[in-house]
């Protein structure tokens, strides 16, 4: 088994920053690749980003490219995720998940592929 908690999630002001933890306990030589999904009340759930623990294989929602960064530290068994420049509509609560199966174009994308999952960190943006 594998644990995610996350952390770092606050309200901020249009426009500010937060970075966003996720540190991994247990198995987590078993899974390959890392990934953030948000969920905004009344929507689905979205993917954010993706990466393998090894630092490759960089995956972004369009909404978020060249806003949001990902990025692990493996030392720490710590995902984190960078937020630059936010808006209203990034408000959610954000939660880190892992995989055991290969980060592939397709796959990471899906939240079927992930199976451990955080209990997540609200994000509010302030307008």
């Known amino acids: 088994q594998v644990q995610l908690l996350e952390s770092g999630g606050g309200l901020v002001q249009a426009g500010g920053s937060l970075r966003l933890s996720c540190a991994a306990s247990?198995?987590?030589?078993?899974?390959?690749?890392l990934a953030w999904f948000r969920q905004a009340p009344g929507k689905k759930r979205e993917f954010v980003a993706a990466?393998?623990?090894?630092?490759?294989?960089?995956y972004y929602a369009d909404s978020v490219k060249g806003r949001f960064t990902i990025s692990v530290d493996n030392a720490k068994n710590t995902v984190y995720l960078q937020m630059n420049s936010l808006k209203p509509e990034d408000t959610a609560v954000y939660s880190c998940?892992?995989?055991?199966?290969?980060?592939?174009?397709?796959?990471?994308?899906?939240?079927?592929?992930?199976?451990?999952w955080g209990q997540g960190t609200q994000v509010t943006v302030s307008s």
């Open positions: 998940a892992a995989s055991r199966f290969p980060l592939n174009p397709i796959g990471a994308y899906e939240a079927d592929e992930y199976e451990y």
């Open positions: 247990g198995r987590t030589s078993s899974t390959s690749a």
């Open positions: 990466m393998r623990w090894t630092g490759t294989g960089l």
